[in-house]
C-alpha cells in the first residue's frame, strides 16, 4: 500500500551536514504522519523526528533537537531530514516510516518502513 525508499545516507566528518531522502509511492493519505528512526549497533531503534504530513507539525527527540529538520515535499511525495553539526554519536542505519495515526515516537507504531539507510560520521 505505502513504499518508502531512503536515500542521501553516507559518510561524512564529525561537525559535518548529511540530507537522508525518503520517496513515498503507492496510496498515502492527508492523516498519514511521517517519521525518522535510527538503530547504532547493539542498540535499541531510536526515534529521531516525526512531521504530519498535510500539517506540517513536527516533533524532535532531544537528542537531535536544534541539529537535524524534517521537512517534506507533498507534491513530490518526498521526505526529508537535514542533518546538521554530526557527531559520531550519530552513527546508525536511518529508517522512514509512516503511520496512519496521529504523532508518534514509538517504531512499533509504525507499520511501515523504508529498507534504511547507512551514515556514519567519523571522529
Known amino acids: 500500500q505505502v513504499q518508502l525508499v531512503e536515500s542521501g545516507g553516507g559518510l561524512v566528518q564529525a561537525g559535518g551536514s548529511l540530507r537522508l531522502s525518503c520517496a513515498v509511492s503507492?496510496?498515502?493519505?492527508?492523516?498519514?504522519?511521517m517519521g525518522w528512526f535510527r538503530q547504532a549497533p547493539g542498540k535499541k531503534r531510536e526515534f529521531v523526528a516525526a512531521i504530519s504530513w498535510s500539517g506540517g507539525n513536527t516533533y524532535y527527540a532531544d537528542s537531535v533537537k536544534g541539529r537535524f529538520t524534517i521537512s517534506r515535499h507533498n507534491a513530490e511525495n518526498t521526505l526529508y531530514l537535514e542533518m546538521n553539526s554530526l557527531n559520531p554519536e550519530d552513527t546508525a542505519v536511518y529508517y522512514c516510516a509512516a503511520t496512519f495515526g496521529g504523532r508518534s515516537t514509538n517504531y512499533y507504531e509504525y507499520p511501515y518502513w523504508g529498507q534504511g539507510t547507512q551514515v556514519t560520521v567519523s571522529s
Open positions: 503507492g496510496r498515502t493519505f492527508s492523516s498519514y504522519t
